[in-house]
Nanobody, 115 residues
Framework: QVQLVESGGDLVQPGGSLRLSCAASGMMFGDYYMRWYRQAPGKQRELVAHITRGGNTHYADSVKGRFTISRDNAKNTVYLQMNSLKPEDTAVYYC?????????WGQGTQVTVSS
């Protein structure tokens, strides 16, 4: 049974930092592309960052230069380091594992940026 479990969401002030983690189990982690999505209230879910099996990365323009995605295949974990957080980064952040036609989702972790 595949499980993706996100953690690290919190309430943080503007300009602050958070690191999200997503621990995977029940799958060959190294075979999957890993992604972070987010969904703000009343908005569609959007792709935030993507990392390939080889470690190449891609970011949404809105987070480029502030967020960093990384993966540790030995720990079956993908991370999202978020710096210089803004109120508009407030959302539920979801981890996604993708390979060919197969995709798995985590349950999400809430990030709130507010003073």
């Amino acid at each position: 049974q595949v499980q993706l479990v996100e953690s690290g969401g919190d309430l943080v002030q503007p300009g602050g930092s958070l690191r999200l983690s997503c621990a995977a189990s029940g799958m060959m982690f190294g075979d999957y592309y890993m992604r972070w999505y987010r969904q703000a209230p009343g908005k569609q879910r959007e792709l935030v960052a993507h990392i390939t099996r080889g470690g190449n990365t891609h970011y949404a323009d809105s987070v480029k230069g502030r967020f960093t995605i990384s993966r540790d295949n030995a720990k079956n974990t993908v991370y999202l380091q978020m710096n210089s957080l803004k109120p508009e980064d407030t959302a539920v952040y979801y981890c996604n594992a993708f390979r060919s036609t197969t995709a798995y989702w985590g349950q999400g972790t809430q990030v709130t940026v507010s003073s």
